[in-house]
Protein backbone atom coordinates (compact mmCIF):
# COMPACT_ATOMS: atom_id res chain seq x y z
CA UNK A 1 0.00 0.00 0.00
CA UNK A 2 1.05 3.01 -1.02
CA UNK A 3 0.77 6.79 0.19
CA UNK A 4 1.42 10.12 -1.41
CA UNK A 5 4.00 12.22 0.53
CA UNK A 6 4.97 15.85 -0.52
CA UNK A 7 9.14 15.88 -0.52
CA UNK A 8 9.17 18.88 1.84
CA UNK A 9 7.19 16.28 4.90
CA UNK A 10 9.23 12.70 4.21
CA UNK A 11 11.57 13.71 7.27
CA UNK A 12 8.70 14.52 9.19
CA UNK A 13 6.48 11.41 7.85
CA UNK A 14 9.46 9.14 8.54
CA UNK A 15 10.27 10.47 12.20
CA UNK A 16 6.82 11.22 13.14
CA UNK A 17 6.26 7.50 12.50
CA UNK A 18 8.68 6.42 14.75
CA UNK A 19 7.29 7.98 18.11
CA UNK A 20 4.85 6.00 19.40
CA UNK A 21 6.98 3.78 22.39
CA UNK A 22 5.78 0.52 23.70
CA UNK A 23 4.34 0.02 27.32
CA UNK A 24 7.40 -1.27 29.09
CA UNK A 25 10.12 0.52 27.25
CA UNK A 26 11.17 3.28 29.10
CA UNK A 27 11.94 0.54 31.84
CA UNK A 28 15.42 0.20 30.29
CA UNK A 29 15.74 2.69 28.35
CA UNK A 30 17.03 6.06 29.55
CA UNK A 31 17.33 8.46 26.32
CA UNK A 32 15.67 8.29 22.59
CA UNK A 33 17.10 9.90 19.95
CA UNK A 34 15.91 9.54 16.25
CA UNK A 35 18.15 10.25 13.29
CA UNK A 36 17.22 10.96 9.53
CA UNK A 37 19.79 9.64 7.05
CA UNK A 38 20.08 9.69 3.06
CA UNK A 39 19.61 6.18 0.76
CA UNK A 40 18.29 5.76 -2.62
CA UNK A 41 15.75 3.78 -4.16
CA UNK A 42 16.84 2.26 -7.50
CA UNK A 43 16.19 -1.06 -9.35
CA UNK A 44 17.07 -4.14 -8.64
CA UNK A 45 19.29 -4.93 -11.62
CA UNK A 46 20.85 -1.85 -11.33
CA UNK A 47 21.84 -2.64 -7.67
CA UNK A 48 23.06 -5.75 -8.68
CA UNK A 49 25.38 -4.83 -11.42
CA UNK A 50 26.80 -1.88 -8.83
CA UNK A 51 25.04 1.13 -10.44
CA UNK A 52 25.11 3.99 -8.23
CA UNK A 53 22.70 6.32 -9.40
CA UNK A 54 19.12 6.28 -7.86
CA UNK A 55 16.48 8.13 -6.65
CA UNK A 56 17.36 9.97 -3.30
CA UNK A 57 15.45 9.55 -0.35
CA UNK A 58 15.70 10.52 3.15
CA UNK A 59 14.93 7.55 6.33
CA UNK A 60 15.50 7.93 9.99
CA UNK A 61 15.68 5.48 12.87
CA UNK A 62 14.27 5.57 16.57
CA UNK A 63 18.14 4.97 18.82
CA UNK A 64 17.11 3.88 22.07
CA UNK A 65 20.17 4.01 24.57
CA UNK A 66 20.38 1.67 27.52
CA UNK A 67 21.92 4.33 30.01
CA UNK A 68 22.93 7.58 30.39
CA UNK A 69 26.13 8.85 28.70
CA UNK A 70 29.58 7.36 29.89
CA UNK A 71 31.34 4.68 27.75
CA UNK A 72 30.55 3.57 24.28
CA UNK A 73 27.90 0.87 23.83
CA UNK A 74 27.43 -1.79 21.52
CA UNK A 75 24.74 -1.69 19.60
CA UNK A 76 21.79 -3.66 17.30
CA UNK A 77 20.45 -1.97 13.42
CA UNK A 78 17.00 -3.64 13.42
CA UNK A 79 14.80 -3.91 10.12
CA UNK A 80 11.47 -4.29 10.09
CA UNK A 81 9.78 -6.58 7.98
CA UNK A 82 7.02 -5.98 5.09
CA UNK A 83 4.34 -4.94 7.41
CA UNK A 84 6.32 -1.91 8.03
CA UNK A 85 8.16 -0.77 11.63
CA UNK A 86 4.93 -0.92 13.12
CA UNK A 87 3.29 -4.33 12.06
CA UNK A 88 2.60 -7.58 12.82
CA UNK A 89 3.43 -7.38 16.40
CA UNK A 90 6.43 -5.10 15.79
CA UNK A 91 8.79 -7.44 16.70
CA UNK A 92 11.76 -4.60 16.00
CA UNK A 93 10.03 -3.31 19.65
CA UNK A 94 10.32 -6.34 21.29
CA UNK A 95 13.49 -7.26 20.83
CA UNK A 96 14.58 -3.68 21.91
CA UNK A 97 13.38 -4.11 25.17
CA UNK A 98 15.42 -7.52 25.44
CA UNK A 99 18.80 -6.13 24.61
CA UNK A 100 18.34 -3.10 25.82
CA UNK A 101 18.25 -4.79 29.25
CA UNK A 102 21.56 -6.42 28.23
CA UNK A 103 23.35 -2.88 28.02
CA UNK A 104 22.61 -2.84 24.07
CA UNK A 105 21.35 0.06 22.27
CA UNK A 106 18.78 -0.26 19.04
CA UNK A 107 18.61 1.56 16.38
CA UNK A 108 14.84 0.75 14.87
CA UNK A 109 14.46 2.08 11.00
CA UNK A 110 12.05 3.12 8.85
CA UNK A 111 12.55 1.98 5.09
CA UNK A 112 9.27 2.68 4.48
CA UNK A 113 7.60 5.94 5.11
CA UNK A 114 10.13 7.69 3.28
CA UNK A 115 9.08 6.28 0.57
CA UNK A 116 5.16 6.63 0.70
CA UNK A 117 4.92 3.25 2.12
CA UNK A 118 2.86 1.56 4.60
CA UNK A 119 3.38 -2.19 3.92
CA UNK A 120 4.15 -4.09 0.97
CA UNK A 121 2.55 -7.44 2.36
CA UNK A 122 0.33 -7.49 -0.82
CA UNK A 123 2.22 -5.52 -2.89
CA UNK A 124 5.99 -7.01 -2.52
CA UNK A 125 6.80 -5.44 -6.12
CA UNK A 126 6.41 -2.09 -4.73
CA UNK A 127 9.48 -1.79 -3.01
CA UNK A 128 12.63 -3.66 -4.86
CA UNK A 129 13.83 -5.39 -1.63
CA UNK A 130 17.55 -5.27 -2.53
CA UNK A 131 17.36 -1.30 -2.22
CA UNK A 132 16.86 -2.50 2.14
CA UNK A 133 20.50 -3.84 1.55
CA UNK A 134 21.98 -0.19 1.18
CA UNK A 135 19.35 1.04 3.57
CA UNK A 136 20.92 -1.48 6.12
CA UNK A 137 24.30 0.07 5.15
CA UNK A 138 23.67 4.11 5.34
CA UNK A 139 22.18 3.26 8.44
CA UNK A 140 25.53 1.88 9.76
CA UNK A 141 27.56 4.70 8.32
CA UNK A 142 24.83 7.02 10.56
CA UNK A 143 25.19 4.98 13.55
CA UNK A 144 29.19 4.60 13.90
CA UNK A 145 29.53 7.91 14.16
CA UNK A 146 27.47 8.57 16.90
CA UNK A 147 29.30 9.42 20.42
CA UNK A 148 28.27 6.77 22.07
CA UNK A 149 28.23 4.02 19.97
CA UNK A 150 31.21 1.58 19.36
CA UNK A 151 31.67 1.53 15.69
CA UNK A 152 33.43 -1.79 16.09
CA UNK A 153 30.31 -3.36 17.89
CA UNK A 154 27.50 -2.67 15.72
CA UNK A 155 25.61 -6.00 14.82
CA UNK A 156 22.27 -6.24 12.57
CA UNK A 157 19.16 -8.06 13.00
CA UNK A 158 16.21 -8.34 10.60
CA UNK A 159 12.90 -9.93 10.33
CA UNK A 160 11.64 -12.00 7.42
CA UNK A 161 11.59 -8.83 4.43
CA UNK A 162 14.46 -7.22 6.83
CA UNK A 163 16.31 -10.48 7.28
CA UNK A 164 17.00 -10.71 3.73
CA UNK A 165 18.67 -7.84 3.93
CA UNK A 166 20.29 -8.45 7.20
CA UNK A 167 21.69 -11.85 6.17
CA UNK A 168 22.41 -10.94 2.49
CA UNK A 169 23.82 -7.76 3.27
CA UNK A 170 27.59 -9.92 4.78
CA UNK A 171 27.88 -10.64 1.47
CA UNK A 172 31.13 -8.86 0.06
CA UNK A 173 30.37 -8.41 -3.39
CA UNK A 174 27.26 -6.12 -2.48
CA UNK A 175 29.68 -4.45 0.42
CA UNK A 176 32.35 -3.62 -2.35
CA UNK A 177 29.65 -1.98 -4.41
CA UNK A 178 27.64 -0.30 -2.01
CA UNK A 179 28.65 -0.69 1.54
CA UNK A 180 29.53 1.77 4.14
CA UNK A 181 31.68 4.72 2.89
CA UNK A 182 33.41 4.92 6.17
CA UNK A 183 34.82 1.46 6.13
CA UNK A 184 32.72 0.20 9.37
CA UNK A 185 31.20 -3.38 9.23
CA UNK A 186 28.58 -5.35 10.99
CA UNK A 187 30.38 -7.27 13.80
CA UNK A 188 27.26 -9.82 13.04
CA UNK A 189 24.35 -10.99 11.35
CA UNK A 190 20.86 -12.42 12.58
CA UNK A 191 18.22 -13.30 10.68
CA UNK A 192 14.78 -14.35 11.78
CA UNK A 193 12.88 -16.00 9.13
CA UNK A 194 14.84 -14.91 6.46
CA UNK A 195 13.86 -15.55 2.67
CA UNK A 196 16.44 -18.03 1.77
CA UNK A 197 14.68 -18.90 -1.69
CA UNK A 198 17.06 -16.17 -4.12
CA UNK A 199 20.49 -17.54 -5.22
CA UNK A 200 22.75 -14.48 -5.36
CA UNK A 201 25.96 -14.37 -7.39
CA UNK A 202 28.44 -14.97 -5.09
CA UNK A 203 26.65 -15.91 -1.76
CA UNK A 204 29.41 -18.45 -0.92
CA UNK A 205 31.99 -14.83 -0.34
CA UNK A 206 30.67 -13.41 2.77
CA UNK A 207 32.36 -11.17 5.68
CA UNK A 208 34.59 -13.36 8.25
CA UNK A 209 31.56 -12.18 10.67
CA UNK A 210 29.17 -14.84 12.39
CA UNK A 211 25.30 -15.17 10.97
CA UNK A 212 22.97 -16.74 12.92
CA UNK A 213 19.46 -17.45 11.37
CA UNK A 214 16.09 -18.53 13.13
CA UNK A 215 13.09 -19.77 11.74
CA UNK A 216 9.80 -21.35 12.59
CA UNK A 217 9.01 -25.35 10.95
CA UNK A 218 5.48 -24.36 10.50
CA UNK A 219 6.47 -20.80 8.52
CA UNK A 220 3.83 -21.33 5.70
CA UNK A 221 5.31 -17.83 4.41
CA UNK A 222 9.00 -18.26 4.16
CA UNK A 223 9.95 -22.04 4.17
CA UNK A 224 13.12 -23.11 6.32
CA UNK A 225 14.33 -25.83 3.82
CA UNK A 226 15.72 -23.14 1.75
CA UNK A 227 17.52 -21.50 4.37
CA UNK A 228 19.05 -24.72 5.62
CA UNK A 229 20.63 -25.83 1.79
CA UNK A 230 21.78 -22.15 1.66
CA UNK A 231 23.51 -22.23 5.74
CA UNK A 232 24.92 -26.18 4.70
CA UNK A 233 26.46 -24.68 1.37
CA UNK A 234 27.80 -21.70 3.36
CA UNK A 235 28.99 -23.88 6.51
CA UNK A 236 31.18 -26.30 3.82
CA UNK A 237 32.88 -22.91 2.47
CA UNK A 238 33.96 -22.22 5.55
CA UNK A 239 31.90 -19.74 6.60
CA UNK A 240 30.48 -19.15 10.20
CA UNK A 241 26.91 -19.70 9.63
CA UNK A 242 23.95 -21.65 11.48
CA UNK A 243 20.50 -22.28 11.45
CA UNK A 244 18.77 -22.80 14.45
CA UNK A 245 14.65 -24.22 13.92
CA UNK A 246 11.12 -24.48 16.19
CA UNK A 247 8.93 -26.95 15.74
CA UNK A 248 5.14 -26.08 15.63
CA UNK A 249 6.73 -21.45 15.41
CA UNK A 250 5.14 -19.94 13.01
CA UNK A 251 6.65 -17.17 10.60
CA UNK A 252 6.71 -13.95 13.11
CA UNK A 253 7.17 -16.44 15.93
CA UNK A 254 8.99 -13.66 17.91
CA UNK A 255 6.01 -10.92 18.06
CA UNK A 256 3.26 -10.72 19.95
CA UNK A 257 0.35 -11.21 17.56
CA UNK A 258 -2.47 -13.78 17.85
CA UNK A 259 -2.15 -17.44 16.65
CA UNK A 260 -2.32 -18.77 13.35
CA UNK A 261 -3.52 -15.70 11.63
CA UNK A 262 -3.99 -15.61 7.86
CA UNK A 263 -2.29 -12.84 5.65
CA UNK A 264 -5.57 -13.58 3.03
CA UNK A 265 -3.89 -11.08 0.80
CA UNK A 266 -0.35 -11.59 1.68
CA UNK A 267 1.73 -12.62 -1.21
CA UNK A 268 4.51 -15.65 -0.62
CA UNK A 269 7.02 -16.70 -2.83
CA UNK A 270 7.36 -20.07 -0.69
CA UNK A 271 7.24 -22.53 -3.55
CA UNK A 272 9.51 -20.01 -5.65
CA UNK A 273 13.13 -20.74 -6.36
CA UNK A 274 14.36 -17.58 -7.69
CA UNK A 275 18.17 -17.08 -8.98
CA UNK A 276 20.09 -13.99 -10.37
CA UNK A 277 21.52 -14.18 -13.77
CA UNK A 278 25.13 -12.66 -15.02
CA UNK A 279 23.73 -9.77 -16.17
CA UNK A 280 22.11 -8.65 -12.42
CA UNK A 281 18.53 -10.11 -13.48
CA UNK A 282 16.39 -11.91 -10.82
CA UNK A 283 14.89 -14.99 -12.94
CA UNK A 284 12.59 -17.75 -12.00
CA UNK A 285 14.73 -20.38 -12.10
CA UNK A 286 12.37 -22.93 -13.09
CA UNK A 287 11.33 -21.22 -16.37
CA UNK A 288 14.60 -19.15 -16.55
CA UNK A 289 12.58 -16.14 -17.40
CA UNK A 290 12.60 -12.77 -15.45
CA UNK A 291 10.77 -12.77 -12.11
CA UNK A 292 8.01 -11.12 -10.81
CA UNK A 293 5.33 -11.32 -8.37
CA UNK A 294 2.61 -12.02 -11.27
CA UNK A 295 4.79 -15.90 -11.51
CA UNK A 296 2.66 -18.79 -11.33
CA UNK A 297 4.57 -20.25 -8.17
CA UNK A 298 3.53 -16.72 -5.88
CA UNK A 299 0.56 -17.66 -3.49
CA UNK A 300 -1.29 -16.09 -1.18
CA UNK A 301 -2.43 -16.54 2.42
CA UNK A 302 0.47 -17.56 4.57
CA UNK A 303 0.11 -17.19 8.11
CA UNK A 304 1.79 -15.75 11.03
CA UNK A 305 1.56 -16.08 15.08
CA UNK A 306 3.76 -16.05 17.99
CA UNK A 307 5.15 -18.86 19.82
CA UNK A 308 5.71 -18.66 23.12
CA UNK A 309 8.12 -21.39 23.52
CA UNK A 310 10.15 -20.61 20.33
CA UNK A 311 10.26 -16.69 21.01
CA UNK A 312 11.73 -17.82 24.48
CA UNK A 313 14.12 -20.11 22.93
CA UNK A 314 15.35 -18.05 20.85
CA UNK A 315 16.10 -14.99 23.14
CA UNK A 316 18.56 -17.31 25.21
CA UNK A 317 20.39 -18.13 22.08
CA UNK A 318 20.60 -14.90 21.06
CA UNK A 319 21.40 -13.27 24.01
CA UNK A 320 23.97 -15.64 24.44
CA UNK A 321 25.22 -14.79 21.44
CA UNK A 322 25.46 -11.01 21.37
CA UNK A 323 27.27 -11.50 25.09
CA UNK A 324 30.19 -13.37 23.07
CA UNK A 325 30.45 -11.30 20.09
CA UNK A 326 30.04 -7.89 21.75
CA UNK A 327 32.31 -9.48 25.12
CA UNK A 328 29.97 -8.66 27.49
CA UNK A 329 30.73 -8.58 31.41
Same mark, same amino acid.
Given at each position: ?16 ? $?? @? ?28 ? *? ?11 ? $? ?24 ? *?? &? ?50 ? !????? $? ?6 ? @? ?58 ? *? ?9 ? /? ?9 ? *????? !? ?27 ? /? ?8 ? !? ?13 ? /? ?13 ? &? ?17
Amino acid at each position: MKRSVPAVCLLFVCTLG $LL @VVPRGAAAQVARFEYIAFPSVTMKTSDFLT *GKKEGTPVMLAGI $LRLPRAAGTKMPAVILLHGSGGPGGN *GS &APDEWSREFNAMGIATFAIDAFSGRGLVSTVADQDSFPNVNYIGDAYRALEA !LANHR $LIDPTRIA @VMGFSLGARAAVFSGMKRFQQMHGPRNGVEFAAYIGMYTPCNTAYRDVEKLADKPFRLFH *GLADDYVLAGP /CRELVDRLAKA *GRDIQ !LTTYEGAHHNFDSLTPREITASTGQTTRN /CRIAEDDKGV !LINAATKASFTMKDP /CVEFGPHFGYNEAAT &AKAKVAIREFLTEVFKLK
